[in-house]
Structure formats: structure tokens, C-alpha cells
């Protein structure tokens, strides 16, 4: 008798758990968005992400421009729309600095998700988190960490747009 109690117990756990829906998450408090809750993307959006964020990092304009959208448009930190002719001409300036200073620019990305948070209009949002450190010519270090976040439509990169905060040195 004990070891059929057991097995009914086991048939109502086991059923329990296959009737639970995975629930979605999160919080919205614009009128349009209401009833959307968040929910994971898809493993090839952060590949389109990570693609053109490279292809960045590497100043390889030509794969951007394969990975984007014709309309791509790029947030900064102060958020003013910029199209990518600015945000090239704006890396080649950089790199020209940094070239005459003899500085450098190191990347480390930390974590990379997608969301969907509407399920029904094709944009998944992919969010990374990448801890940069820059070496001035004597050897002075600054490092920041950057929250960059790519919308992908289409198989195309359709925004991008980044925000950045300073890490603090221990003898700071």
C-alpha cells in the first residue's frame, strides 16, 4: 500500500508541473504595451548583434553595412539621432587619435541577452554589457563599462544605441 501511495503522489507531481505554463515576465506601464510581458529571443539575433558589433570593433564598415538595415539609426549617450556615415567618420577620428597618442582600446564583453517584448511585431532586442579599458601612451588606464543594445528585425540590425558609466579606480 505504501508503495502505491508513492506512486500516486508521483503521477500528481509529475502531472502538476506538465499543466504549469513557463509564465513570461516583466512590467509595462505604457497604455500600448500592457498586456505584453517579456519573454526570451532568439539565439540568431545575438548573432547579428555580436556580428556587427565585431565588424565595429574591427572597422569593417563593409560587414555593418551587410548586418543593417538602409535605415539603421545610432543612439549615443546623449541621444541624438546619428546616421552611419557619422558614427564612421566619428571611429575613423578615434582611431586616428588614438594612433598619434599611441593609446589603445581593449574590449571585454561581459553578457549578451534578447528579449521580445512584443511577440507579435518581429523586433527582438539584444542587450550586452562590455567592459572597455583604454591605455593612454604612459600607461594610465581608464576603464568603462558600455550597455550597448541592437534592434533586430528581419535579420537586420534597425538601431543601435549605447550608454556608458565610468568604473572607478581602487585609489579613486
Not at 506512486?7 to 509595462?28: H, M, Q, R, S
Not at 553595412?65 to 564612421?88: M, P
Amino acid at each position: 500500500m505504501k508503495k502505491l501511495n508513492i506512486k500516486y503522489f508521483a503521477v500528481l507531481i509529475i502531472l502538476f508541473i506538465v499543466g504549469c505554463e513557463a509564465p513570461t515576465v516583466g512590467y509595462n506601464t505604457y497604455e500600448w504595451g500592457k498586456d505584453y510581458k517579456y519573454s526570451l529571443g532568439s539565439e540568431e539575433s545575438i548573432e547579428i548583434a555580436m556580428t556587427f558589433d565585431k565588424a565595429w570593433n574591427d572597422r569593417d564598415f563593409e560587414k555593418m553595412t551587410q548586418l543593417a538595415s538602409d535605415s539603421i539609426k545610432f543612439y549615443f549617450g546623449n541621444g541624438v539621432q546619428r546616421d552611419f556615415e557619422y558614427v564612421k567618420s566619428s571611429a575613423m577620428t578615434q582611431d586616428s587619435v588614438r594612433a598619434a597618442n599611441g593609446s589603445s582600446v581593449d574590449a571585454d564583453l561581459k553578457h549578451v541577452y534578447s528579449l521580445v517584448l512584443n511577440p507579435n511585431n518581429g523586433w527582438e532586442q539584444v542587450k550586452s554589457h562590455v567592459v572597455y579599458t583604454f591605455t593612454d601612451s604612459l600607461g594610465n588606464i581608464n576603464r568603462w563599462r558600455q550597455f550597448e543594445r541592437f534592434a533586430v528585425k528581419d535579420g537586420k540590425v534597425q538601431r543601435y544605441a549605447g550608454s556608458w558609466q565610468d568604473i572607478p579606480e581602487e585609489t579613486e
